[in-house]
């Protein structure tokens, strides 16, 4: 009986111990968000992400479904919230500014 008291306090300590370490994911409509293909498995190469989107959050349900939105297509449909993570945007400034270097001076010219 010892053992499997044991075995019953060591379990708890695990598990207390990995769900300390577990961020909560919180969604709302609108949030935009990368959906991860898992489909994709091993075939990726070095510079491939394994991450579709951005996607729009259209409802979030209970159990950590969400519905997704597609933007291009207006297709909707739902995955596990344990695939997506918050899409924070990469915005390109609107102004571009060019310098250029003027000629360097040759060897003998001072």
């Known amino acids: ?17 990995h769900d300390h370490y577990i961020r909560k994911k919180d969604f709302q409509e ?33 159990y950590s479904v969400v519905e997704l939105l597609d933007p291009q ?11 997506v993570k918050k899409y924070h945007g990469h915005k390109l400034p609107r102004e571009v500014e060019v310098f250029l270097l003027e000629d360097a001076p040759k060897g003998g010219e001072a």
């Open 1 to 17: 009986m010892e053992a499997y008291e044991n075995a019953r306090i060591y379990k708890k300590k695990t598990k207390a111990f």
């Open 30 to 62: 609108g949030d935009e968000v990368l959906l991860y293909n898992s489909r994709l498995g091993f075939l990726l190469g070095k510079l491939h992400s394994g991450w579709d989107g951005p996607f729009r959050v259209k409802e979030v349900k209970p």
């Open 73 to 83: 297509s207006n297709a909707t449909f739902k995955v596990n919230g344990h695939r």
